[in-house]
C-alpha cells in the first residue's frame, strides 16, 4: 500500500478512537477552557510559519504535596477525553476573533475552523500512580500551536485531580486499612465541579464512598448518608408517627406497633444490670426521630445520635430502636457522632453496646458500627489512634475536598524539544531548571519488592535490565549518584493518545480499576516514604548520559557574564 493509503488509514483510526471516548465530564471543559495568551501564541506562530513545528511537551511538578514525599497521578482520562473530542465551534471561534487585536488575518480563523488532535500523541503514567516530582506524567508530542492550546486544561485538569487524590490516600494512610472512609465534602467543596472531582479523587485515593449522589451516578462510587441534626429535632413526640406497624425482615408477621415496642426495650435497657443509674429520662422528641427512620429504613438504620447528649440519651434511644429492630430481624448499622471528644465518647459507645450484648444475649451487637465526623483531617485522625478510640468509619468533608492543608500542587507544562532539538529552561533557581530532550523513565526496583528510584533516560538510550548495574544520577547535584541493580524494571510511560500516528493505545480502565491500581501502589511503597513525620525523600535520577547532556545544554545556553 502506498504512503497516501496507509495515511488515509492512520486518520481514519484516529476519528475511530474520538468517536469511541465520551467527551469530558464537566462540559464547560472545552478549548476556551485556557488563557488568552495560548491564542496569542498560536497567532504569532501562525504568522511566523511556525505552528506545524513538531514539538514535545513534558508536564510534571516539582515538589510533593502536604510536606509528604509522593504524590498520587490524577485526571488522564479527562484529559484524554478532552483531546478525543477536541474542536473549535463557529461560536468559539467568532468569540476568538472578538478578544484578539482586530490586525490579526481572517486566514488564522480559519485555520482554527480545521484543527483538531489527530496530529498529537500523549504518553502518560498510568492513571493512579504514585509519582515524584520531575519525572514527566504526560509528554506532549504534536504541532506546537496546537500543543501550546493544551497546556491550561491538561494543567486544569491534573492539578486538582492529583493534589485531592493524593490527599484522600494520606488520609487513608493515617486512618489504616481496617478503617471505612466516606467522603461528605460536597457541601464545603470550591463549587460543583470541585465537589464532583473531589467525590471522584477521593475515591481513587482510597475512600470507600461518597455522600455525593451526583458522583456516585456519573462514576459509579458507593453512595453512604444517613441523616442530619435537622431531621432529629424536627420531632416533637413519639405521638407524631401515625403509620407505627413495620413487618419483619422475613416477611413471617407484622408488629403492629413498633413505638411501643422501641418504649418497652428503652425501659428495659434502663434497668438492666449493667446500665442501671447511667441514664435517666431520655429525649422522647430523639427517640421518635430515630423510630421513625427505622421504620423507613429497617434494613440500614443508621442514627445520629449527638443532638441532644450522646450517652444520656442518644445511645440508649439507638439501642431500643435497634433491639426492637432485632426482635424484627433486622440489624442496625450504628450511630453516627459528629461532636465532642471523639476518642472518649467512642470508647463509652462501645462499652454500652457490649453491655446491651452481654445482658440482653443479642449476638454480635457489641460490633455495632461507629461512625465518626466533624471536621476531621490528617492530625485528627492521627490523635485518635494514640488516645485510643472505637471509631469504625471517618466521614470527612472540608479538610479533604478543599485540600486546606495546601491549595494547589503545582504542575508545570515545559517544552522539552522541538523540530528534534532539545530545549531546556534555565533559572537561578535549580529546582525549576527543566530536564530537556524527549526521555523514557523507568521504576527501579530492590531485592524486598519495593521501588528504590526513577531513572529518566534519552528516548534512544537502551533501556535498563534486571540484574546489571546502573550508575543513576541526581539531575543537577553532581555528588549525588548511586549504583543500582534493578531486580524489576517497570516502564512508567504509555502511549494514551496515538492520533494518527497508527501506535497501539492503552485502553482507558474503570475507576475501579484506577482506585485498585492506586491501593496496589501505595502498598508496594517503602514505608518510609510514607510516613506523616520526617518521611525519607524519594530518589528521583538521570542516567549519567543524560546528566552529561543536561549540563552540556545548560553552558551552551546560558550567556557569559563579563566582568569590568
Known amino acids: 500500500m502506498d504512503a497516501k493509503g496507509n495515511g488515509e488509514m492512520a486518520a481514519a483510526a484516529a476519528e475511530d478512537v474520538e468517536r469511541a471516548i465520551a467527551g469530558p ?42 510536606g509528604g514525599e509522593y504524590t498520587v497521578f490524577a485526571g488522564l482520562e479527562e484529559c484524554i477525553k478532552f483531546i478525543a473530542n477536541f474542536k473549535m465551534t463557529e461560536d468559539e471561534i467568532s468569540f476568538i476573533r472578538d478578544s484578539l487585536p482586530s490586525s490579526c488575518e481572517d486566514g488564522f480563523f480559519d485555520y482554527l475552523r480545521g484543527i483538531d488532535c489527530s496530529d498529537v500523541e500523549v504518553y502518560a503514567i498510568s492513571e493512579g500512580s504514585v ?131 422501641v418504649q418497652t426495650w428503652l425501659n428495659k435497657i434502663q434497668w438492666s444490670p449493667s446500665l442501671r443509674g447511667i441514664f435517666g429520662e431520655t429525649n422522647q422528641s430523639e427517640l421518635a426521630a430515630f423510630t421513625s427512620y427505622a421504620l423507613a429504613f429497617p434494613n440500614n438504620f443508621l442514627a445520629l445520635v449527638d443532638t441532644y447528649d450522646v450517652v444520656r440519651s442518644g445511645i440508649p434511644n439507638f439501642c431500643a430502636v435497634a433491639l426492637a429492630l432485632n426482635d424484627l430481624g433486622y440489624k442496625a448499622v450504628g450511630i453516627r457522632l459528629d461532636s465532642g471528644d471523639l476518642a472518649y465518647l467512642s470508647c463509652e459507645v462501645r462499652k454500652f453496646f457490649c453491655a446491651v450484648a452481654k445482658d440482653f444475649g443479642v449476638p454480635g451487637f457489641e460490633k455495632t458500627g461507629i461512625t465518626a465526623s466533624n471536621d476531621l483531617n490528617e492530625e485528627t485522625l492521627d490523635a485518635l489512634n ?69 531513572i529518566m533516560t534519552g528516548e534512544n538510550e537502551p533501556s535498563p535490565k534486571v540484574g546489571e548495574r546502573i550508575l543513576c544520577r541526581h539531575p543537577f547535584n553532581e555528588s549525588k549518584r548511586a549504583y543500582v541493580v534493578p531486580q524489576q524494571v517497570e516502564e512508567l510511560m504509555k502511549c494514551y493518545w496515538p492520533g494518527s500516528s497508527g501506535k497501539p493505545r492503552v485502553e482507558l480502565p474503570a475507576l475501579k480499576d484506577i482506585r485498585d491500581r492506586c491501593i496496589k501502589q501505595l502498598e508496594k511503597m517503602r514505608p518510609d516514604h510514607m510516613r506523616r513525620l520526617n518521611p525519607t525523600p524519594y530518589k528521583v535520577s538521570v542516567s549519567a548520559k543524560l546528566y552529561d547532556f543536561i549540563h552540556f545544554l545548560w553552558l551552551n545556553e546560558a550567556p557569559v557574564g563579563e566582568l569590568q
Open 386 to 454: 494514640k488516645q485510643g478510640h472505637e471509631v469504625d468509619a471517618y466521614g470527612i468533608g472540608t479538610n479533604l475536598v478543599t485540600c486546606f492543608a495546601q491549595p494547589a500542587l503545582g504542575c508545570v507544562f515545559k517544552l522539552v524539544e522541538i523540530n528534534n532539538q532539545p530545549r531546556i529552561k534555565l533559572s537561578e533557581d535549580v529546582s525549576k531548571v527543566s530536564i530537556p530532550c524527549k526521555k523514557r523513565s523507568y521504576r527501579l526496583y530492590g531485592r524486598e519488592g519495593y521501588p528504590l528510584v526513577d
Open 131 to 261: 509519582v515524584f516530582p520531575k519525572v514527566p506524567l504526560l509528554r506532549v508530542e504534536g504541532p506546537i500551536a496546537v500543543v501550546q492550546l493544551l497546556e491550561t486544561p491538561f494543567l486544569t485538569l491534573i492539578n486538582y485531580a492529583s493534589l485531592v487524590a493524593t490527599n484522600a490516600a494520606r488520609h487513608r494512610f493515617v486512618a489504616g486499612k481496617s478503617k471505612m472512609l466516606l467522603e461528605f465534602g460536597l457541601r464545603r467543596a470550591q463549587g460543583p465541579d470541585g465537589g464532583i472531582g473531589a467525590s471522584k479523587y477521593c475515591y481513587m485515593g482510597g475512600f470507600d464512598a461518597t455522600s455525593n449522589v451526583a458522583a456516585g451516578r456519573l462514576f459509579g462510587i458507593p453512595l453512604r448518608g444517613t441523616h442530619s441534626h435537622a431531621f432529629v429535632s424536627s420531632y416533637m413526640s413519639p405521638d407524631e408517627i401515625v403509620e407505627k406497624s413495620l413487618q419483619s425482615s422475613d416477611g413471617s408477621h407484622t408488629c403492629e406497633d413498633f413505638v411501643s415496642l
Open 25 to 66: 465530564t464537566n462540559p464547560m471543559v472545552t478549548p476556551l477552557l485556557t488563557d488568552l495568551y495560548q491564542f496569542t501564541m498560536f497567532y504569532a506562530y501562525w504568522k511566523a510559519g511556525k505552528h506545524h513545528e513538531r514539538s514535545v511537551f513534558d508536564l510534571y511538578f516539582r515538589k510533593n504535596p502536604f
